[in-house]
């Protein structure tokens, strides 16, 4: 069982910076594969970014990929999203998920932290 808690969210104006912050607990957590995922009013879910089980590159959606940075410290139990430019379009609740393996299918979630971009 993996526990998540993200934090980080608030309310900021469009070209400013954000880091979301998540913090996992329990049994193989260290070895999960993390990410983060976000949910806008009336829109599905959709991935944001995800760290990589092998240790290369974080894989990002296009329409974050040159703004967004996924990291985790593992001496912290944490891992980070640095939102940079932000856009209104980036508003959502931004949902921390963990996969363990072998699969790697996120299957344990955060509550959520809303992020909120004004224009």
């Known amino acids: 069982q993996v526990h998540l808690v993200e934090s980080g969210g608030g309310l900021v104006q469009a070209g400013d910076s954000l880091r979301l912050s998540c913090v996992y607990s329990?049994?193989?957590?260290?070895?999960?594969?993390m990410g983060w995922f976000r949910q806008a009013p009336g829109k599905e879910r959709e991935l944001v970014a995800t760290t990589n089980w092998s240790g290369g590159s974080p894989h990002y959606a296009d329409s974050v990929s040159d703004r967004f940075t996924i990291f985790r410290d593992d001496a912290k139990n944490t891992v980070y999203l640095q939102m940079n430019s932000l856009k209104p379009e980036d508003t959502a609740v931004y949902y921390c998920?963990?996969?363990?393996?072998?699969?790697?299918?996120?299957?344990?979630w955060g509550q959520g932290t809303q992020v909120t971009v004004s224009s």
């Open positions: 998920a963990a996969g363990l393996p072998p699969a790697y299918v996120f299957d344990y």
């Open positions: 329990g049994r193989g957590s260290s070895t999960a594969v």
